[in-house]
């Protein structure tokens, strides 16, 4: 034990003398330098300047930079034997504003076709919230449909267009025993089949649009006031108008205002099942016409003619809808229902 | 400790039950359809054409019929979109696709997390002006920027649809947007402690970004990626108009159902199918941390 001792006195006597003489040859550990605030602000810029660079150039270049063209291609017209823009004033923007009263060849027709798609999309919106709330009551089976109502926003959305053409193509007349059933017919103008359907065929696919969100926030509705619900006796229908509704109708009024938004760009399913309307050009709706206009059919994009048109309607409809959406988002958060 | 899942719990009244009816209506068309869709890729073009509804058949004269399974396999052979001087088959459809929405997705992602990761945790004199603009940009919708976007396209790139992946995604990746929300919300709940405690052993703000706030947030990130995923890999818009040189398998079956081009009905379906499947597959295998993040609280980490 002795002997233990004196070992381990020696041992530690001679790593001493080996760290004096490191200490000779190569001088003692410095105390750490502390950082100076200038030097630790000065690694924050840095990091901030890296990490903060890209994403904001990129902002202002394809959003901001990407705007501001679009306003000043909004005044300007193609000249096709120079190939080139020059300013023509309120030229487009007359032009577009008068195409849209004009029935027939102008673009009345579908405005009031873009009228009908808002409501409809908008009558929607309180059958997306039932939905959702459907699922998150965990009805019997809610695991199972939470599954199949989820599918539509997983599979894509082409697939469901490919099958819903064949199926009405061939599935259909099959059943209704009618062999000469077109119900994707977009170009007469008497019977409108091809509009009514694929605006029926967006209902469906939308029926459980949205539930991601109205999920997510109605599993931050607190677990008391769906008790005190209980105990007040609410019904499964009474619940949702007098608890749920209040409690997320901050993301029902943003839904609310992107369907607005909406008014002028959707094209839906559309430019999917119709293209363009191929040799012989039919739109549908508002947001169809103006994509097709610069889009195509698709495969060859629309000329660089048709980017002022594009652009002054995209202009004109700003001016309408952004306000618009403003005022509704203003309305709805004060005359909604609140939580309290 | 075993979480306790409270259950809710509700009288199975008539509204409940005329709501369980209308879902489970719902449910079982879209499980037809589908299913319709399935059978339907595994028949003959003929017997597609004679028999709709029912079961693929074998007939007399033509006992080729019956089950075609092989329909997936003569789909990689048969199903090409041509473009400029190159024929794409479907192997090299899926691989478009798989770049595209991979590359979209990470760029996303990235513009997104590290915008809101700072905004967050840094106080900065853009500080606000970068959230305020995130917020109004959602708001303010703006119409018919599409062209100015293909002159900008054409400006910095030099072409319009024939753009490369990595400039497509530079041109898309703003940051703006729910996801820049996502990411705010879930690194202003993160404690900055660890940053601190981080701090204190000498650990620079990069660090403290990839070995510590990066796993922290790691739910969020990998739950917006895959949904960001699948919506891309969805996506025949951005890559009809800025990538249609190379045809991604979303848009070459826009390509194929809108021209009415195939000559076969059922092997059509079956390139639906084949398309569905990774994302499918990807959401089977995220299923629960999508789902499981977005029903305990709308994406939170």
């Known amino acids: 034990m002795k002997n233990k001792d004196y070992e381990q006195g020696l041992m530690r006597r001679f790593k001493w003398w080996i760290y004096g003489i490191k200490v000779k040859l190569f001088g003692g550990d410095k105390p750490k330098k502390k950082k100076s605030l200038s030097s630790v602000k000065k690694n924050e810029t840095i990091f901030l300047t890296l990490f903060l660079v890209f994403p904001l150039v990129q902002f202002a270049i394809f959003y901001i930079g990407k705007n501001i063209n679009s306003i000043l291609l909004a005044f300007q017209s193609y000249d096709v034997n120079k190939s080139e823009f020059y300013f023509s004033g309120l030229t487009e923007i007359g032009k577009v504003w008068d195409k849209l009263w004009i029935e027939g060849t102008g673009l009345l027709d579908e405005m009031r076709r873009s009228g009908i798609q808002f409501l409809v999309q908008l009558l929607m919106l309180p059958l997306n919230v039932f939905v959702a709330y459907c699922v998150w009551k965990n009805l019997p089976g809610a695991g199972f449909f939470k599954v199949i109502l989820f599918l539509p926003s997983v599979v894509p959305s082409i697939v469901f267009v490919l099958l819903g053409r064949y199926f009405l193509q061939y599935g259909i007349p099959e059943i209704f025993n009618s062999p000469g059933l077109d119900l994707l017919d977009g170009r007469n103008p008497e019977t409108m089949y091809g509009f009514k359907t694929v605006l029926i065929f967006g209902c469906w696919l939308g029926f459980a649009g949205g539930m991601v969100v109205y999920l997510g926030a109605m599993s931050g509705i607190s677990e008391d006031v769906v008790e005190y619900g209980r105990l007040e006796n609410m019904n499964f229908f009474q619940e949702f108008i007098h608890i749920v509704i209040p409690a997320i109708f901050p993301t029902i009024t943003t839904y609310t205002v992107v369907a607005f938004a909406g008014f002028f760009t959707n094209y839906g399913y559309f430019f999917s099942f119709f293209g363009d309307g191929g040799s012989a050009p039919c739109t549908i709706t508002l947001g169809h016409y103006f994509f097709c206009l610069v889009a195509g059919n698709g495969e060859t994009p629309g000329g660089e003619s048709a980017y002022p048109e594009a652009a002054a309607g995209g202009f004109l409809f700003t001016i309408v809808v952004a306000p618009l959406t403003l005022l509704v988002k203003f309305l709805m958060e004060k005359y909604g229902p609140s939580e309290e | ?301």
């Open chain 2, 1 to 301: 400790m075993a979480k306790v899942k409270k259950k809710k719990t509700f009288k199975l009244d008539v509204f409940a039950i005329i709501s369980l009816v209308v879902i489970g209506v719902y449910c079982f068309l879209m499980l037809f359809l589908l299913g319709w869709g399935l059978l339907s890729s595994l028949k003959h073009q003929m017997d597609f054409k004679n028999n709709i509804f029912g079961l693929p058949q074998s007939t007399a004269v033509n006992n080729n019929f019956g089950w075609r399974f092989d329909n997936y396999i003569t789909a990689f052979d048969i199903f090409k979109v041509s473009k400029m001087m190159h024929t794409y088959y479907l192997e090299e459809l899926f691989l478009n696709s798989l770049l595209y929405a991979l590359s979209q997705s990470f760029f996303h992602v990235a513009t997104c997390l590290m915008t809101g990761y700072a905004c967050a945790k840094y106080r900065f004199k853009l500080n606000k002006v970068i959230y305020t603009t995130a917020v109004i940009v959602m708001l303010i919708p703006i119409v018919g920027n599409l062209p100015s976007e293909m002159q900008l396209a054409k400006f910095f790139f030099g072409g319009v649809n024939d753009i490369n992946l990595l400039e497509l995604c530079i041109m898309k990746c703003q940051y703006t947007g729910i996801y820049f929300l996502v990411f705010y919300s879930t690194y202003k709940s993160i404690s900055w402690t660890y940053a601190e405690a981080a701090q204190l052993d000498g650990a620079g703000h990069f660090q403290i970004f990839f070995q510590i706030m990066l796993p922290l947030g790691k739910s969020a990130i990998s739950a917006v990626f895959v949904l960001l995923f699948i919506n891309y890999w969805n996506d025949y818009y951005t890559p009809m108009i800025f990538w249609s040189q190379n045809p991604t398998i979303a848009y070459a079956l826009y390509w194929f159902q809108r021209g009415n081009r195939a000559a076969s009905k059922p092997i059509l379906m079956a390139v639906s199918f084949l398309a569905t499947l990774p994302v499918l597959i990807v959401f089977v295998i995220f299923r629960n941390k999508i789902m499981g993040n977005l029903t305990m609280g709308g994406l939170k980490g």
